[in-house]
């Protein structure tokens, strides 16, 4: 056996994870190195850290948890509604402005076979919904005669397939040059032993790491790098389900910088008390979202002396950096979260077994746990029928269906 093969014996053995090379003999050559690869460049020690962090029963009631203030967007003065987007308009054409897509998913629940962004969400058009993101480039380009940069987070399921699918449309008319893929971290999936999982192949099971995941990421793909070389001052970071976000949004920018916060999120008024979404508010006073797990029905149904919800705005998903935050941030991870999940692996016995209830631990960063690291962040809150049309479910609430009806209501009103 080669140096690299003992190295990563010793190493999981020292984790107790031997299991992971017991059917090394079985692989390919190629299979074999990226295996030793994979072991070797793994923490292990941290994976057993977060197995172990399963087992501890969370407990939120230490946490001081108070309502955070929020700027109204329907409620701004044509006068305040002019100041910033002159703010804003003038640092876009400067070009000190991008945009970060998290492009990591696959189209699954929606039965559609690849990267969410390819999918067709039933318009007149057939645009997909990359492209429908790339039409808010595309109007500030013209607009304000500015490329903004384009960063596309895939993951290492969906790259290949995303790269070929902007090629084949011609990245829409867009730039190619101001287009930049790059791939979001994973984490192995553990099962309820705290064993690593083995795929069919013979290789460790990975899961992606979640958004919180994309400062580091963008650390180690230089994409940090690549935005501070361009100049690059406020970025925009948003999911890629949502067929209405406003990627180019000048007053978002002109909010920011009059706050002088180097954060804002924008936030959609909940339909319901109930409903189960994350809500800003402020922890241990700082900045941060509540998990609608974390928050009592009292604080769900709290209203203020206007009889708005106290806890009522909840985190859209777009969120504005300047460049110097995600600095800071990419510098360490964001805490781990860990999830309970069905997934296939190879038993010990080499067979594949795929179970019927969840077996596995997938652990998750959420990139708002990084706004505790801040003193002070905006909220905007904005008309989800203006800025919110998620596509995640094949049918019923935030469906192709419902975003469909939400995007073409909003153009013909323009």
């Known amino acids: 056996m080669n140096e ?32 030793l690869d994979d072991i070797l460049t793994i923490d292990l020690q941290q994976i057993n850290k977060l197995y172990e962090q399963t087992k501890v029963e969370k407990n939120f009631t230490s946490s001081k948890i108070e309502p955070i203030p ?12 002019e100041k910033y987007e002159k703010i804003g308009e003038h640092e876009i054409r400067k070009g000190k402005y991008a945009v970060v897509t998290m492009a990591g998913g696959q189209g699954t629940r929606l ?7 390819t999918f067709d969400i039933g318009l007149d058009s057939h645009k997909s919904i990359f492209e429908i993101l790339c039409d808010n480039l595309k109007m500030a380009k013209e607009k304000y005669n500015v490329t903004i ?58 899961a992606a790491d979640g958004h919180g995941g994309i400062f580091v990421s963008m650390r180690k793909n230089g994409i940090i790098y ?18 209405l976000a406003k990627m180019a949004d000048p007053i978002f920018i002109g909010v920011a910088i009059d706050e002088k916060v180097q954060a804002v999120g924008k936030s959609i008024v909940k339909v319901s ?3 189960k979404v994350g809500v800003f508010c402020k922890r241990n006073g700082k900045p941060s979202v509540i998990e609608y797990t974390e928050i009592t029905d009292e604080m769900a149904e709290a209203r203020d002396r206007n009889g708005e919800l106290l806890y009522g705005e909840s985190h859209a998903l777009c969120n504005l950096f300047n460049i110097k935050a995600i600095d800071m941030f990419s510098k360490d991870f964001l ?11 190879i038993n010990e016995d080499g067979n594949i077994v795929k179970p ?42 935030d469906s192709p269906e419902t975003a469909r009806e939400l995007y073409n209501n909003y153009w013909k009103n323009k």
């Open 4 to 35: 690299k093969y003992d190295a990563s014996m010793e190493k999981v053995k020292k984790y107790g994870q031997e299991h992971l090379l017991k059917f090394y003999d079985k692989l390919s050559k190629d299979e074999k190195e990226k295996l």
């Open 149 to 206: 940069p384009w960063y596309i987070m895939t993951s290492d399921e969906n790259n290949k397939e995303t790269e070929e699918f902007f090629k084949k449309n011609r990245y829409f008319n867009y730039p190619k040059e101001a287009v930049t893929f790059f791939k979001q971290g994973q984490l192995p999936m553990v099962d309820e032993q705290g064993k690593i999982l083995l795929n069919e192949h013979g290789q460790i099971k990975q």
């Open 70 to 81: 929020y700027i109204d967007k329907t409620k701004m003065s044509k006068e305040e509604l």
């Open 335 to 345: 805490p781990y979260h860990s999830a309970h999940k069905k997934a296939s692996y």
């Open 356 to 397: 019927e209830k969840p077996n596995a631990y997938k652990f998750e960063a959420f990139l708002f746990d990084a706004f505790e690291s801040l003193d002070n962040m905006a909220i905007l809150r904005v008309k989800r029928e203006e800025e919110f049309a998620p596509v995640k479910n094949s049918e019923g609430a």
């Open 226 to 243: 690549d935005m501070q070389t361009r100049g690059i001052e406020w970025v925009f970071i948003g999911g890629v389900d949502n067929v």
């Open 111 to 117: 039965g559609h076979n690849g990267p969410k962004g």
């Open 273 to 275: 008390p109930k409903e």
